[in-house]
């Protein structure tokens, strides 16, 4: 079994800067892919940005040129530096592998910008 744990989130304003960390931990030896989802109020959960264990990424449209994902796949740390933030990015952060792992989600961490 995966456990995944994610901190770093926080309340800031419009136009401010956080940095989420995910560490996983037990069986990751089939992880390759991570990625961050986040979870909005009253939305589905949603890929926000993802890196293969080579270093390539992938980003939603919508936080394109504004967050970025790092990490070392192989020792499963992954880190969302996300800068220019928008009201429409308060949602709970969680990070999963690529194909998601269902029952290994972890409580996620909270990011709120006020509007």
């Known amino acids: 079994q995966v456990q995944l744990v994610e901190s770093g989130g926080d309340l800031v304003q419009p136009g401010g800067s956080l940095r989420l960390s995910c560490t996983a931990s037990?069986?990751?030896?089939?992880?390759?892919?991570l990625g961050w989802y986040r979870r909005a109020p009253g939305k589905e959960r949603e890929l926000v940005a993802a890196?293969?264990?080579?270093?390539?990424?992938k980003y939603a449209d919508s936080v394109k040129g504004r967050f970025t994902i790092s990490g070392d796949v192989d020792k499963n740390t992954v880190y969302l530096q996300m800068n220019s933030l928008e009201p429409e990015d308060t949602a709970v952060y969680y990070c999963?592998?690529?194909?998601?792992?269902?029952?290994?989600w972890g409580r996620g961490t909270q990011v709120t910008v006020p509007s």
């Open positions: 037990g069986d990751t030896y089939d992880i390759n892919i």
């Open positions: 999963n592998r690529l194909p998601q792992l269902t029952n290994a």
């Open positions: 890196v293969t264990s080579g270093g390539r990424t």
